[in-house]
């Protein structure tokens, strides 16, 4: 791989470059929005109460609300609460790329490697995927890969700026995913695997910067609670969310256990396989991991990263080796724990995972390119890297969902004047929100009851998603002759979303 010692400085501009065109596509986006994703209302919700009641109803309401005080505060420059989100999202997006770039360029300081590290990361699908979504992880993700980048930056010159850059960086991402300050502990150890100093040394290294540790954490505690927010307090609520998780897991009922051994092997088959269930239930979470983690690495870099691991194309010196293996163990055991825990898990809690392993993607690329110059072969490797890179950009940028056109003609109907007398029960996050018709529009069910509809008064409204469980509620004949059908969307036979009007039964 041809290195080239003066990439530094080209390598600074391309960082930057990357860093404008990131900012582009993401105010493109905001430009041309679509509708919130459900997670977005409540972080919206939370920055109201902020707005509405202070900073302390915001964390009452919810333990961990760095997210949406950030969103708050940046909202009094004069934007709404969701243009505030997008700012922030489009700002920590630019850290990202700028930190993914700088630590593939200490990995491998080749300019070739540089500029394909800018295009991968510019074009990474499920990254991208998640541009026009309000979620606090990307904030937790930038900060945390900058604070990787710190970390390298200070095992190769061991100073001191670099590694409180590092620790204050985690912190900060703590406020907005307290995973992450696991990694603030984790990291160190690999100081233990450094062979260019004897083992005293190490230790000695070792020792010393984790004090640093508990002082920069102590003193932000210290800070936090001088602002009269009680850190320790807030943190024992947020745990306390996962209790129910945990006592579930660890000491789940008989009869818990007898029901759900015999809805998965059947009531013959419960009687042999139900003492093995645990390991059953693991198995499949692991199963379930394992896919998510294919699904947020995609599909193209999945190929690749494959090909160089049989081709034996990365050669990490232990230097980078060490820090990034612990990454990526700390961040399988953190998911593994959610995982088995709450017995469910999106790509996102697996995402920096597949970051860290795309960093090895510009690497394997430039390997391949090179071997097939060598070969002669370069118009091959052309179309390679072109074809790559353009279904890339293809998935990247070009949706094939749904159309969810049919909510917002739902909410022009549910606007007119001749229902705006009316209340509403929904299932649908955005309509709850953007009819104004529903106070705590965060905490919408997946589910509308049969009692809600019961409840309701003559003349009042049901807007209901209809996936199985609600197409099943409608035709009870305990509820059909309680609702009309006023519109069904996007038509009567591909019937996505309904609108019913709670009327008297006929006699």
């Given at each position: 791989m041809e290195v080239d010692n003066n990439n530094r400085f080209s390598s600074l501009d391309l960082r930057l470059l990357a860093v404008g065109i990131s900012l582009l596509v993401s105010f493109f986006i905001i430009l041309n929005p679509s509708l919130p994703n459900d997670d977005a209302y409540t972080y919206i919700r939370i920055a109201e109460i902020t707005l509405s009641d202070g900073v302390g109803a915001a964390i009452q309401y919810y333990p961990w609300a760095g997210y949406s005080l950030l969103i708050a505060l940046i909202s009094k420059l004069g934007v709404d609460l969701t243009m505030s989100a997008h700012l922030i999202n489009a700002f920590f997006f630019s850290v990202l790329v700028y930190s993914f770039i700088s630590i593939v360029n200490l990995v491998s300081n080749s300019r070739s490697v540089t500029v394909l590290a800018t295009i991968c990361i510019l074009l990474y699908p499920p990254l991208n995927e998640l541009r026009g979504d309000i979620i606090r992880d990307i904030a937790m993700w930038a900060l945390t890969l900058f604070a990787l980048w710190q970390f390298l930056l200070f095992l190769?010159?061991?100073?001191?700026?670099?590694?409180?850059?590092?620790?204050?960086?985690?912190?900060?991402a703590s406020f907005f995913r307290p995973e992450a300050i696991v990694y603030l502990f984790s990291l160190p150890f690999s100081l233990l695997f450094d062979n260019g100093y004897p083992k005293k040394i190490q230790i000695k290294s070792f020792l010393t910067i984790n004090a640093i540790t508990f002082l920069c954490l102590a003193l932000v505690i210290l800070l936090v609670q001088f602002f009269g927010i009680d850190i320790l307090a807030v943190s024992k609520e947020f745990l306390a969310i996962y209790e129910p998780f945990v006592n579930s897991t660890l000491n789940p009922s008989e009869a818990e256990s007898s029901s759900l051994s015999s809805g998965i092997f059947g009531e013959y088959a419960s009687s042999y396989s139900g003492p093995y269930l645990g390991v059953f239930l693991t198995a499949g979470l692991i199963a379930i991991l394992i896919m998510k983690l294919i699904e947020g690495v995609g599909g193209p870099f999945f190929f690749l990263l494959i090909h160089g691991a049989i081709q034996r194309s990365i050669k990490l010196s232990s230097y980078f080796s060490a820090p990034l293996v612990i990454f990526l163990a700390t961040n399988m055991v953190i998911v593994l724990g959610f995982i088995v825990t709450t017995k469910f898990v999106s790509s996102r809690y697996s995402m920096l995972f597949c970051i860290i392993l795309v960093?090895?993607?510009?690497?394997?690329?430039d390997d391949l390119i090179t071997n097939l110059q060598v070969m002669k072969k370069k118009t091959i490797g052309m179309r390679v890297l072109i074809l790559f890179f353009g279904y890339c950009a293809f998935d990247s940028f070009i949706s094939f969902g749904s159309s969810k056109e049919y909510i917002t003609q739902s909410l022009v109907w549910l606007k007119s004047d001749d229902h705006s007398e009316a209340?509403?029960?929904?299932?649908?996050?955005?309509?709850?929100?953007?009819?104004?018709?529903?106070?705590?529009?965060?905490?919408?069910?997946?589910?509308?009851?049969?009692?809600?509809?019961?409840?309701?008064?003559?003349?009042?409204?049901?807007?209901?998603?209809?996936?199985?469980?609600?197409?099943?509620?409608?035709?009870?004949?305990?509820?059909?002759?309680?609702?009309?059908?006023?519109?069904?969307?996007?038509?009567?036979?591909?019937?996505?979303?309904?609108?019913?009007?709670?009327?008297?039964?006929?006699?």
């Open positions: 190769q010159f061991y100073r001191l700026p670099n590694f409180l850059c590092f620790c204050l960086s985690l912190i900060l960093l090895l993607v510009p690497i394997i690329l209340e509403l029960i929904t299932n649908n996050h955005a309509i709850a929100y953007y009819s104004g018709k529903v106070k705590n529009y965060d905490q919408v069910p997946r589910f509308v009851t049969e009692d809600q509809i019961h409840a309701l008064r003559p003349s009042d409204l049901i807007a209901i998603e209809m996936h199985y469980e609600m197409s099943q509620l409608v035709e009870k004949e305990s509820v059909k002759p309680y609702i009309e059908l006023q519109v069904a969307l996007p038509n009567i036979e591909d019937m996505a979303l309904a609108i019913y009007k709670k009327v008297e039964p006929r006699n």
